[in-house]
């Protein structure tokens, strides 16, 4: 498993000043659509795969007496959103929202549907992380979704529409969208697990071996939680507003489960706040592990300058040369250095430089600051 790398933005198309509400802006690197409908009841599931709407109105006419997931991953088609919209009596708002993937956690209301929208955030095989709208429209006996890319995230929940165990195939739409959603929220588990992991491999290098990456790395990592924070927190408040809802296709049963997810969340949310806070004792371990190096190496320099100084301003005064005797008329110069012609005076002079040494590193080690170093 490689290292975490930045954080990967995919290119979105903003609506412009002015334009008209409703109108959809697709992404220039959205992928073509890929339909999948998944038609089941209690007794039998029946799948269709294609690229238009046929597709999908195939499926409706032979399967009147089924719940109807489609799938569709891939938003770069306007004339299969408008079609899909007009067809099911979509507000031009929430169609808006599909198209233009910068949106918020969100749970909307309408006459005879809602409308929900989820972030699907997780690593790929690059270690980039990926923040990728997933959007769903539930109506009576069908259930809508709207992927950006055309990876496969809901293995586990198609094994068990396959299955047919468990409420899934009977507890209608509003079900379903519990399902996708839940399954996104387990994957913030996962997400959050790497995360631990490498905060626990950077806090060992740390003490091992700190090096400046340690602090780029754990950088990189709490700007993943700060997003995975900006998404947990709406996400918290749009399960909660499904759980105060009173509309149909949200049904008890349905809310009994989407309680759980509601718990997941939050267990969600205190791991990103734990791990931050982790991450941010790690950035401040490593600034204070590099403080009192500098401060160790000061301190080493400041033993040596300290040693040195005497023994310069000896040095400093046997250099000035001031002679005891005019070399010219042999006159004796008074108060001139006496022993700047003593024989052996250069020995002497070292000796007592070594001397004046070795008394400032015995008072030195007495008072401890070797010990320190």
Known sequence: ???????????????????????????????????????????????????????IL???????DHTHWIQI????????????GTYLKVNPLVLEDIA?????????????????????????????????????????????????????H?????????????????????YMAYALNDTIIDTYFVLLARIGDELDSVEDR?????????????????????????????????INDILRSDNTLISNEVKTYLKDAYDHIIQVMDLIENYKEIASSIIDLYLSLVSNRMNEIMKVLTIISVIFIPLTFVAGIYGMNFARVDPATNKVMPDNMPELYSPHGYIYALGGMVLIGIIQVIVFWKKGWFSRL
Not at 58 to 64: E, H, L, S, V
Not at 210 to 234: C, E, F, G, V
Request: net charge positive; aromatic share 8%.
């Open 206 to 238: 740390m003490y091992s071996n700190a090096d400046k990456s340690i602090m780029y790395d754990t950088q990189q990592l709490k700007r993943t939680l700060i997003i995975l924070r900006r998404i947990t927190w709406p996400e918290r408040d749009k």
């Open 154 to 174: 809901f293995e586990g929940v198609k094994a068990r529409l396959k299955a047919g165990k468990g409420a899934i195939r009977t507890a209608g739409p509003g």
């Open 100 to 152: 233009n993937t910068h949106q918020r956690p969100k749970f909307d209301e309408y006459d005879d549907y809602v409308f929900m929208v989820t972030r699907q955030v997780y690593f790929n095989e690059e270690g980039e992380l990926c923040n990728n709208q997933f959007s769903t429209i539930v109506k009576p006996n069908l259930i809508i979704s709207f992927e950006e890319t055309h990876d496969e």
């Open 58 to 64: 195939d499926q409706f006419k032979k399967c009147t």
């Open 1 to 55: 498993m490689g290292h975490i790398k930045r954080v990967r933005y995919r290119t979105v198309k903003r609506q412009k000043v002015g334009e008209r509400p409703g109108a959809i802006n697709i992404a220039d690197d959205a992928l073509k659509p890929i339909i999948t409908v998944y038609s089941y009841n209690e007794k039998e599931l029946v799948c269709a795969d294609g690229h238009e709407l046929k597709v």
């Open 73 to 84: 991953r891939g938003l770069n088609d306007q004339k299969l959103i408008e079609d899909i």
